[in-house]
């Protein structure tokens, strides 16, 4: 069982960029997948998550309206796309997967999460 994260780099604020989350060994569609980050002395924050029921979404206050997650089940792969890059959201961002269907604010829980990607890191700068 594996998480692979990708798509991480360096933008300018007022960037974009698409992270990806591909999953080997499981099938996203009977867990929920959440991205996280962390940023240098910071804690782990939540950033969003996503039911592999039906889709349904949930973000985190700092990233709402700005981000959106999605889901292809065909490549066993979740998306953050990421727009309006503030330099706030510079950090090391981890998909998980947590086993079961979780929505809300719960679903950004940490404790939930049995699995969890290597991280890709993300910096906004001018």
């Known amino acids: 069982v594996q998480l692979q994260a990708s798509g991480g780099g360096t933008v300018q604020p007022g960037g974009s960029l698409r992270l990806s989350c591909t999953a080997s060994g499981f099938t996203l569609d009977v867990y929920t997948i959440a991205w996280f980050r962390q940023a240098p002395g910071e804690e782990r924050e939540g950033v969003s998550c996503?039911?592999?029921?039906?889709?349904?979404?949930y973000y985190a206050d700092s990233v709402k309206g700005r981000h959106t997650i999605s889901g292809d089940t065909g490549k066993n792969t979740v998306y953050l796309q990421m727009n309006s890059l503030k330099p706030e959201d510079t950090a090391v961002y981890y998909c998980?997967?947590?086993?079961?269907?979780?929505?809300?604010?719960?679903?950004?829980?940490?404790?939930?999460?049995?699995?969890w990607g290597q991280g890709t890191e993300v910096t906004v700068s001018s």
């Open positions: 998980a997967s947590a086993p079961g269907y979780y929505s809300g604010e719960y679903c950004l829980m940490g404790q939930l999460y049995t699995f």
């Open positions: 996503i039911s592999g029921r039906d889709g349904s979404s």
